[in-house]
């Protein structure tokens, strides 16, 4: 999947390159350049971290006049006037107006490297309102931006991240030339897609998947282990032999009649004693009027 988005098989869209401090995204930011200058894509580039010379490093010489560096290293806060760019240039008027100096380019690549210098100087809302009015507006194909999760609050990572159509976060490998990506890819159907792959680059920033990451399924002893027993340290026992169980069913409780025993009292035999009731006046009790035996 690493590879089908950096060909840009998704056709276009929103990817963040999240790194840390442990595993830098930059190397896969530049392969993601030269792939879209080897497409003749015409690619603008917002440069706040490495200076031109350094992003220009390693890249196919016979596309450099694609590449539109916007140099904002420099100066990014524009202090010296010295920078083409600024931070509080980081607004949908003005990017629009850079990407219309090469309005005759078919497919335009802008790439941020990156969006944490931005979201440290600009509210996170006005960034992701200005995102997602270069997604929609058409001047832009594709728009990939790196950003640094360690510096920001995980809030403020997952805001700009569901904007993305594709996030890859870059972790380190246990082979120091290689890096684990795990992407995860929002379909225009709104299908999430997610991978892993081990890959590494080479010096001409291609790249290279070398495998998918194994994860060692857990043992038998370690899945099945067995249930705690309540009632193993108790002073009595609550369980029950073989011959205590039989002994309860053959226990006749008090007061419970078996059906030997209901026969008898219901159908009695010659010889057996009779009650006989004769009602008298008294007994003569009017539902009417019960208070007939009263005398007024």
Known sequence: MLLETLQGAEGGGFIILKDSV????????????????????????????????????GLEESHIQRLHLHNAYSDPLGWTKQSSFTVHQFTTQHISSILKETSQAKSVTLVIDSLSWILR???????????????????VRTI???????????????????????????ASSQRGSEALAKITRRTKSGKIMQDEEIYSIKEDLTVIIHSRPNHPRPTQTETDEPEADPTANLTFNLRLSETERQAKKKLSLPFVFS???????????????RILYEPDANDDFDQEDPDDDLDF
């Open 22 to 57: 442990y595993c830098s995204a930059r190397p896969l930011l530049k392969s993601f350049i030269n792939e879209a200058l080897g497409r003749e894509e015409t690619v603008h580039v917002l440069s706040f971290e490495v200076s031109g010379e350094e992003l220009r490093n």
């Open 121 to 139: 100087h600009l509210n996170p809302s006005a960034i992701c309102q200005s995102l997602q009015q270069l997604k929609k507006g058409g001047a």
């Open 144 to 170: 990939i931006a790196l950003l640094h999760t360690d510096l920001h609050q995980d809030g403020i990572v997952g805001s700009v991240c569901h904007l993305a159509t594709s996030v890859i976060t870059i």
């Open 259 to 273: 059906k030997e025993k209901k026969s008898a009292l219901l159908h009695s035999g010659p010889g057996s004693g």
